[in-house]
């Protein structure tokens, strides 16, 4: 076993559990337990329908910044599985991974674990053995019963709302909040950072007694010429920069990781220059990622309708441009016209491509989508690189593409244009 390499062990984890996806905590508590992964510092747990990745990255950014060592764990990846396990702004290694894989391995015994569990109670070893000051843990799926939240949350943010994964987590706005209330704890700090609040969250807060602070009403912003300030439960932070994430709801995804730092405070305590550094220095590749060059090249991952408001949000602030061809690729259990209909006005031609993998969407099935959202204009394609590379042919200097639909479109695009194939 120790002698796996990375790409062994995850395709052995892909194959141990009859499910893709088996929401409950009863099988990894148990291992858990089995391993003592018991850490001794704060963790933050971010859970939402959109936008978990944003404060993540934020987080990880100001508290990196202000001097702890970070553990972050986030999914899913781009390109390389180690992306999902970050020591101090560094992947951890393919040993390190591959070590932690083989000790759960032994422990489990004939416990079955998905994917997402094997790679989260790995991601949480390695914290614990590089002795992080803080970890910061992104939710899978919804909350209540996902992976993570086997850890107690020291503070627990949940940054929207809205319909998505509604086999797993239910087909109402009400029932999905549920879900992600789970990941409160009782006597900590929950953050909700959308101004739509759902009775479920405060239902929930309440019945768990924690400490519900919402975005409007115990921490709010306000945006003026080239600034914003922040005011929350310990102070006004007035003058800070514009985060380096592009679109407007990056604010709102600031304003909760501030609001999380205020929970922490005592803790962890963040100095204004750290939280200044970290807004300015974030990053976060595939998320409104605009790429230089004529024509220009927009990838986001958006795959849900909450994502496609928001991205048609930003498209609608950019200066105005010739045409726009939108390489798309999307999973068949997304709700597919209401992504495609929300972009309808912003996109000139669509080509769209079928993605390789489990849950992808055929080319035919997904053109089919769009000409019934009434576009006359589609181009089908086999992959997804094919569409991209049709789409620079096609796009004049003035032009703009659009690549989106899932985290796999968007990295066989960045595959692509690393080859050059594009």
């Known amino acids: 076993m120790a002698s796996r390499s990375l790409a062994e062990w995850l395709t052995h984890l892909e ?188 239902t929930q807060a309440e019945k768990l007694g924690v400490q519900l602070w919402c975005i409007g009403s115990e921490f709010s912003f306000v945006a003026h010429q080239g600034q914003w300030d922040f005011r929350g439960k310990k102070g006004l932070r007035s003058a800070l920069p514009f985060p380096a994430l592009r679109g407007a709801y990056q604010l709102n995804n600031a304003n909760a990781a501030l609001a999380a730092l205020d929970a922490l405070k005592e803790k962890l305590p963040v100095s204004m220059d750290a939280v200044r550094r970290g807004l300015v220095e974030v990053t976060l590749p595939g998320r409104f990622q605009i790429l230089p060059g004529k024509p220009s090249l927009i990838l986001d991952v958006a795959h849900n309708p909450h994502a496609a408001r928001s991205l048609a949000k930003n498209l609608a602030a950019l200066p105005p441009c010739g045409k726009t061809y939108a390489v798309l690729a999307m999973l068949k259990d997304k709700d597919i016209h209401a992504v495609v209909s929300t972009l309808r006005p912003f996109v000139d031609v669509w080509l769209v491509a079928g993605l390789d993998v489990p849950r992808g969407v055929t080319a035919d099935e997904l053109g089919q989508v769009v000409l019934e959202a009434q576009f006359t204009e589609v181009l089908h394609y086999p992959t997804v690189t094919m569409a991209l590379h049709d789409a620079y042919n096609q796009a004049s200097e003035n032009d703009r593409i659009l690549a989106l639909g899932s985290f796999y479109t968007v990295a066989e695009v960045m595959r692509a244009r690393s080859l050059g194939s594009a």
């Open 15 to 202: 194959s141990l559990h009859p499910k893709n996806i088996s929401l409950g905590l009863e099988r990894v508590a148990q291992v858990k337990q089995r391993l003592n992964l018991n850490p001794e510092f704060p963790v933050i747990i971010i859970g939402g329908t959109n936008g978990k990745g944003s404060v993540c990255a934020m987080l990880e950014a100001m508290l990196h910044a202000a001097g702890y060592r970070v553990g972050c764990y986030t999914s899913p990846h781009l390109l390389d599985y180690n992306e999902r396990v970050r020591i101090a702004k560094q992947q951890v290694s393919d040993a390190e991974l591959c070590a932690s894989f083989a000790a759960i391995e032994q422990s489990r015994a004939d416990i079955a674990l998905t994917y997402f569990e094997f790679g989260t109670l790995a991601a949480m070893q390695c914290f614990i053995e590089h002795k992080v000051d803080v970890a910061i843990l992104e939710v899978g799926l919804g909350g209540r019963l996902d992976a993570v939240n086997v850890f107690d949350a020291d503070c627990a943010l949940v940054t929207n709302v809205d319909i998505d994964h509604t086999d797993y987590l239910g087909d109402t706005r009400e029932l999905i909040a549920f879900e992600k209330a789970g990941i409160f704890h009782k006597d900590r700090v929950a953050i909700y950072a959308d101004n739509d609040v759902p009775q479920a969250i405060i």
